[in-house]
């Protein structure tokens, strides 16, 4: 029997200012997590899903960043790897993040969603994330969140769940990545006490071309925390699925990549409303046209 593919983690020495643009790169060549140590020497680490095996020498676009080490681990030592670096964290005005090993329910008047970090994105730990479930959270309080929703590149489901736990109940959401299908449904099942054994959100892996999305068109919200080149690429798809007045909240968008991202989202159709910063990232709200 042949060993089972390993995971890879690549530890780097990256500066203030250069994180951004490296995690945009490390995500389009199919990074799964990434993070930075708290406490010095602040190293930043990057990890890849068995099978992946990234070039480093690609990395010498980055003049700044060295490459300290690469490490490579089996299936049982991921629980172990995917905690270092992740604790409890509160996103927006409503979320408490609680990593599924950590006791407690949170602070009060938060709604605690447990997660459980691991091949899939989407934690609530990436400001992209963060920014996405704020522009939700302000839909929602201004009764504008609007059903069906889709969310494209869905990773763990968080931004399906909290769409969910802030009202809506016609969800649907998919990503690409098979590990996704296995996150989304762990997500779920981790926090069947906070949704009472409703079923927050349908999921499924593949792409926008699936007759279940086409389906449930129009929709009203539509989510896509993904790069800009591939919301760029999606954009005449979703434009069709979308009802006039549904909403496009997108991010993954670097903060250097505003302009390009406003004029891609209004050549395609969406006119946009409202800009979200934190850190090196934004998020963009689209108003789709009648």
Known sequence: MEPAAQHLRW?????????????????????TATYREADPPCAFYAY?????????GRLEGFPSIRLLDVESFDDQDWIAKSREGFGCLEVGRR????????DGSGPQGRV???????LAFGTGGH????????????LAEEGKLAEPILDVGSGTGILALAAHLLGAENILAFDLDPDCGPAMAELIADNRDILRH???????IGTLEDPRVEAGKPYGTLLANILLVTIRELLPRLGGLAAPGALLVASGIL???????LLTLASGGFTPRAIAREGDWIALLGERGS
């Open 255 to 261: 903060a250097e990549q505003e302009d390009e991202a």
């Open 48 to 56: 890849f899903p068995p099978g992946l095996r990234p070039d480093p």
């Open 112 to 118: 605690s969603i447990r997660v459980n970090p691991g």
């Open 198 to 204: 409703s079923r927050p959100f349908e999921a499924f």
């Open 95 to 102: 979320f408490h993040i609680r990593p599924t090993w950590e």
């Open 11 to 31: 530890r780097l020495e990256v500066p203030e200012g250069a994180e951004a643009p490296l995690e945009a790169w490390l995500l389009a060549q199919g990074s």
């Open 127 to 138: 400001e992209t994330t963060r920014l996405c479930m704020g522009m939700l959270e302000s």
